[in-house]
């Protein structure tokens, strides 16, 4: 699988949006691109994954540049509950091989 | 639904003394995965299960770790000798197959002293 590259922290004002990046310049025309979470004490959770079209769900959006070496995770109104590590994740969808994990962004919003 | 669900929540444990955990997945999930997270990083998958069968168990350290489904459900997870090295977050995962999304449980917190 591909590897990804994600700042180590970010800062975001409540309310705002959050736009995680995450580079990708490796990733093969069939992997797919996961967002993952991790609050403190919790197991990871599920954002949303995609493929090469912008996807939203009710959690977040998330745009793929059209080359596919990029995307970026959007969280529209960041509340506090959205202080956490996000993981970005490339794997090949279908595949029995599991998730690889790096190091994520810890992402903290800001009352 | 019911999420993942796991047990104990947390562990303490002398070295070379032997642990286990349980968990019972998402009802209807085929697919499981035990996953070691140690402190600051990221999860790192020991074995994924798919029904009873083993699909992969390449970083497990079969020396002193193993893990059974047998019968496709619930699974436990057993370390038989700990070294101090083992101590970390241990999550499991589950999903309807491999090609969906994985659900994970808050995981048990294992310290060995």
């Known amino acids: 699988d591909a590897k990804t590259t994600q700042p180590t922290s970010m800062d975001c004002a409540e309310g705002r949006a959050a736009n995680l990046p995450c580079n990708h310049s490796?990733?093969?025309?069939?992997?797919?691109v996961y967002w993952y979470r991790q609050i403190h004490s919790q197991g990871p959770q599920y954002i949303i994954h995609g493929l090469k079209n912008n996807e939203t769900n009710e959690m977040a959006s998330l745009i793929i540049t059209e080359d596919r070496k990029s995307s970026t995770l959007i969280l529209p109104h960041a509340t506090l509950r959205d202080t956490a590590v996000y993981y970005c994740?490339?794997?090949?969808?279908?595949?029995?091989?599991?998730?690889?994990f790096g190091s994520g962004t810890q992402l903290t919003v800001l009352p | 639904e019911a999420g993942v669900a796991q047990s104990p929540r947390y562990k303490i444990i002398e070295k070379r003394q032997s642990v286990a955990f349980w968990c019972n997945p998402i009802s209807g999930h085929a697919t499981l995965y035990w996953y070691q997270q140690i402190l600051g990083q990221g999860p790192k998958l020991l074995i994924q299960f798919q029904n009873n069968g083993v699909v992969d168990d390449s970083q497990l350290p079969k020396d002193r770790f193993s893990a059974e489904r047998l019968k496709g459900v619930d699974s436990t997870l057993k370390i038989q000798p700990a070294k101090l090295e083992d101590s970390a977050v241990y999550l499991c995962?589950?999903?309807?197959?491999?090609?969906?999304?994985?659900?994970f449980g808050d995981g048990t917190r294992l310290s060995i002293l």
């Open positions: 995962a589950s999903s309807l197959n491999s090609n969906q999304p994985q659900h």
């Open positions: 994740i490339v794997r090949v969808s279908g595949s029995a091989r599991q998730l690889t």
């Open positions: 490796t990733i093969s025309g069939n992997e797919y």
